[in-house]
């Protein structure tokens, strides 16, 4: 069976941080680019971060450039994202998403994914 399960959300502060994981399993995950998308209530799903297959390269939405990493460790089925400087704006649901694709495809529209986790909470407080 199919399975994204991400960990990691809570609430944080302002200016704090906090780091996401997603353990896969199910799939050949080193196949797969590995997506990161958030739902904040009343918006639609967003694009935050993509790593490709290899973990040679990855993408960011821009207001995440500079505060945020994405990573992924094929060994352990694991995706990361590191979440710094974090504002009440991030505030959202995050999930973890995967696609088959080559090393040179970076996927940030979340309909072209095929497998999602369930989501994780982050709050960030004024």
């Known amino acids: 069976q199919v399975q994204l399960v991400e960990s990691g959300g809570g609430l944080v502060q302002a200016g704090g941080s906090l780091r996401l994981s997603c353990a896969a399993s199910?799939?050949?995950?080193?196949?797969?680019?590995m997506g990161w998308f958030r739902q904040a209530p009343g918006k639609e799903r967003e694009f935050v971060a993509v790593?490709?297959?290899?973990?040679?390269?990855?993408d960011y939405a821009d207001s995440m450039k500079g505060r945020f990493t994405i990573s992924r460790d094929n060994a352990k089925n694991t995706v990361y994202l590191q979440m710094n400087s974090l504002e009440p704006e991030d505030t959202a649901v995050y999930y973890c998403?995967?696609?088959?694709?080559?090393?040179?495809?970076?996927?940030?529209?979340?309909?072209?994914?095929?497998?999602w986790g369930q989501g994780t909470q982050v709050t960030v407080s004024s």
């Open positions: 998403a995967a696609v088959i694709t080559s090393s040179h495809r970076r996927p940030k529209d979340w309909k072209e994914y095929t497998y």
């Open positions: 199910g799939f050949a995950f080193s196949l797969y680019a």
């Open positions: 790593i490709t297959w290899s973990g040679v390269t990855s």
